[in-house]
């Protein structure tokens, strides 16, 4: 048999599906404890992570990756609405990292691949810090 080399390896994510506010997964993304994820632009461009605020404060997101892509965060309400990050508030940053006020509440914090310059598998880790 044939080895078919343009077909890769597969990008592993512990967390997919993930790709859309209804597969957001839970209990995953805490202060102090980083998620790893992976991801690619034309497959998997986007995991969503829930992040649950008890207390009011300023919260400091990190992503950083493993390659030449640029990837970005994204902070959004419970409903979807983008509250930091995306658009003009994404930056071609390595790392990226995103401080907002944040009321006590429900979150989803979105790891978007921007471009896939860095190749078919983009390995990232996510952290966030309470300021």
């Given at each position: 048999g044939t080895f078919d080399l343009a077909a890769g390896i597969p990008c592993?994510?512990?967390?997919?599906?993930?790709n859309t506010l209804a597969t957001v997964t839970?209990?995953?993304?805490?202060?102090?404890?980083?998620?790893?994820g992976s991801g690619n632009?034309?497959?998997?461009?986007d995991d969503l992570y829930q992040f649950v605020v008890t207390e009011a404060?300023?919260?400091?997101?990190?992503?950083?990756?493993?390659?030449?892509?640029d990837?970005?965060?994204?902070?959004?309400?419970?409903?979807?609405?983008?509250?930091?990050?995306?658009?003009?508030g994404a930056t071609s940053s390595h790392p990226e990292t995103a401080t907002v006020t944040l009321a006590p509440g429900n979150y989803v914090i979105q790891v978007n691949?921007?471009?896939?310059?860095?190749?078919?598998?983009?390995t990232?880790?996510?952290?966030?810090?309470?300021?």
């Open positions: 592993l994510d512990n967390y997919e599906p993930n839970t209990s995953a993304l805490t202060v102090g404890t980083p998620v790893f632009l034309t497959t998997d461009p404060g300023d919260y400091e997101f990190v992503l950083d990756w493993s390659d030449d892509t990837a970005d965060v994204i902070i959004r309400n419970a409903t979807g609405s983008v509250v930091a990050g995306g658009g003009a691949m921007y471009d896939d310059v860095g190749g078919a598998c983009t990232y880790k996510l952290t966030v810090q309470k300021e």
